[in-house]
C-alpha cells in the first residue's frame, strides 16, 4: 500500500503515545512529524509514519467486524454489523460507499482505505 499524508488527530495521537484525549495540550503538523504535547510529559514528536500505520492498523481492525456477504465482477457487498448496513467495494475503481472512505476522500487521502476494503482483500485472497 502507498505512503500517503495521514492527517494527525488527538484520537490517533492518544493511541499512539497511549494517553488519554484530554491530556493532549497541543499538537502541530510539521513538514515530516507532528510536535505533541502532553499533560505531565516532555513536548515530543511522532512521524507521519506512525500516523499512517495507525491509520491502517485501526482498520484492520475493523475489517475483522465486517463480512463479504455477495460479490459481483468487481462489486462486493459488505455487511457490518455496527451500522447494520452494507456497503458496496469496487475493487475496480478501488472506491466504498462508506463514511470513512468518503471521509478521507475529502480530507485529500489519495487512496482511502476503510475495513470494508482490507476485508474485500482478505476475502480475495482466501479465495484465490
Ligand atoms: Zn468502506
Redesign the pocket.
Known amino acids: 500500500m502507498m505512503l500517503q499524508f495521514v492527517r494527525p488527530s488527538k484520537a490517533a495521537i492518544a493511541r499512539i503515545l497511549g494517553c488519554r484525549i484530554a491530556d493532549i495540550r497541543r499538537f502541530e503538523a510539521w513538514k515530516h512529524v507532528c510536535f505533541v504535547v502532553v499533560a505531565g510529559r516532555r513536548p515530543t514528536l511522532i512521524s507521519f509514519k506512525a500516523f499512517q500505520q495507525d491509520h491502517l492498523a485501526l482498520r484492520l481492525q475493523g475489517a475483522a467486524s465486517v463480512e463479504v456477504i455477495e460479490s459481483q465482477d468487481n462489486h462486493f457487498g459488505?455487511f457490518s454489523h455496527k451500522t447494520e448496513k452494507i456497503?458496496i467495494?469496487d475493487t475496480h475503481v478501488g472506491s466504498?460507499?462508506?463514511p470513512?472512505?468518503e471521509f478521507q476522500l475529502q480530507k485529500g487521502l489519495e487512496t482511502p482505505t476503510?475495513?470494508?476494503?482490507i476485508r474485500v482483500a482478505q476475502y480475495i485472497e482466501c479465495a484465490a
Open positions: 459488505v456497503y467495494v466504498c460507499t462508506c470513512d472512505w476503510c475495513k470494508h476494503m
